[in-house]
């Protein structure tokens, strides 16, 4: 197969796995996170394939998604042998997928390749800006988070598990103790650079909703 012929193929795949998520993950978010690592990798001397790949499947065995991701990941390898890619290959594809995520960053985060630190600059930025705004808000609202509580104050040096209790969260509160952190972690200069004005955009966004909240505007 060429590599053309394989991302296509691995397109399909990650669409078959992901149509039907409703939490903000679904397929829409994999063809932005695709079409953003595409305009990083203009700026970026990394693997075309090892990054489109990486992009694909980034959320087909995320932990928060599905109840065995082990069992997903084992799926992932079994298919992109089927699909001739190597066995180097594959292992530097699932160890991004395994390791880009916020969460993974919160206890002892893995150095990543050039690859992976455009995958995952590209689904940070997903995460935030106007479409990060509308995805928190789904999200939160699958788990039947709450809005906001100003009694409730956003958690801080939290571990994974920590992190993962939606219990002790609210949807506003996520954008401090996730979200607005986004920017200053990006790793590469172009996201760097996109990442400021959304960032912005979500301050504009807490300063108004906090407003409307306590109908001073």
């Known amino acids: 197969m060429t590599e053309e012929q394989q991302l296509q193929a691995i397109k399909d795949f990650s669409y078959q796995k992901m149509k039907k998520d409703a939490s903000g993950h679904n397929f829409d978010h994999i063809q932005r996170v695709v079409k953003t690592a595409k305009r990083l990798l203009t700026q970026e001397p990394a693997d075309k394939l090892i990054t489109l790949a990486a992009a694909y499947l980034h959320d087909v065995a995320d932990d928060k998604l599905v109840s065995d991701p082990k069992e997903l990941e084992s799926e992932i390898q079994k298919f992109l042998l089927q699909i001739d890619l190597t066995s180097q290959q594959i292992e530097k594809i699932l160890f991004i997928t395994h390791n880009l995520s916020f969460s993974q960053s919160l206890d002892n985060p893995p150095k990543l390749s050039l690859e992976g630190q455009i995958v995952q600059d590209a689904d940070r930025l997903d995460a935030i800006g106007a479409i990060g ?85």
């Open 133 to 217: 705004i509308t995805r928190a808000i789904y999200y939160g609202g699958k788990h039947a988070e709450t809005i906001y509580d100003p009694k409730i104050l956003p958690r801080k040096n939290l571990n994974k598990a920590e992190y993962r209790n939606l219990s002790n969260e609210t949807i506003i509160n996520h954008f401090y103790e996730k979200l607005l952190k986004l920017t200053e972690m990006m790793n590469t200069p172009t996201a760097k650079e996109v990442a400021q004005a959304r960032h912005q955009y979500m301050l504009d966004f807490l300063e108004e909703f906090k407003n409307e909240w306590n109908a001073e505007r």
